[in-house]
């Protein structure tokens, strides 16, 4: 398994959050986890344009996936989200002192 630097999981989570659309997706999913069928439902844009949104949130580690079926239903990765928030913090002289 590739590990990642502290600044390239903050790259790739930033990146990941510049979209309205995948904001959108992790909003949608504070309220619980959804299939794919689900999350695609509630926008007017293509499956293929989705499954592109919630790969990018996969990659960021933003969101969890499991195979339910023949279901895919995706989570939120709150490690990251506070890992992201903590490094945040960080960068701008706002975190825990060493």
């Known amino acids: 398994m590739f590990i990642r630097s502290p600044a390239a999981m903050l790259d790739q989570t930033i990146r990941a959050l510049t979209d309205p659309t995948r ?3 992790l909003r949608a999913l504070r309220e619980g986890d959804l299939t794919a069928g689900e999350i695609a439902g509630r926008f007017p844009i293509t499956a293929a344009s989705v499954s592109h949104h919630l790969a990018v949130l996969r990659e ?3 969101v969890t996936v499991e195979r339910n079926g ?3 239903v995706y989570a939120l990765n709150t490690t990251v989200l506070h890992e992201f928030l903590q490094g945040m913090m960080e960068l701008f002289g706002k975190g825990e002192e060493s």
Request: charged share 45%.
């Open 23 to 25: 904001r959108e997706i």
């Open 60 to 62: 960021a580690e933003l």
């Open 70 to 72: 023949k279901s895919l």
